[in-house]
């Protein structure tokens, strides 16, 4: 399983309340669509002072199923309205080793 570790900065002028409005209610409706995608998370950042907003989880089988949904309509939706909200965002491609 591939895990896609995507560290989020709200665009300038959007205050912390309203970009996690926008992350938990409205750009999960993107992460619907992504085919591919076995399982979303939004973890909203405590406090607005940090260098990140939010982190998102997203699992697929593997590169192939990422790669095939990033490269969808519905990828590029989302990715687009991830630049309309964000100032900066980093992904980070991992396989999770539970331990608990």
Known sequence: MLKVMSLL????????DA????????????ARKLPGLRR???NIVNGDDG????????YFDDEDARAAAFGSEHGR????????????????????????
Do not use: C, I, M, N
């Not at 260098?51 to 997203?58: A, N, R, T």
């Not at 309205?81 to 900066?88: I, W």
């Open 77 to 100: 939706a989302a990715a687009a309205d991830a630049s309309a909200h964000t100032s900066s965002r980093v992904h980070l491609l991992t396989t999770e080793h539970a331990q608990l």
């Open 19 to 30: 970009y996690a409005k926008w992350a938990v209610e409205e750009h999960v409706a993107f």
């Open 40 to 42: 979303y998370t939004v």
């Open 51 to 58: 260098p990140y907003d939010s982190v998102h989880e997203l």
């Open 9 to 16: 900065k709200r665009a300038e002028g959007l205050s912390h």
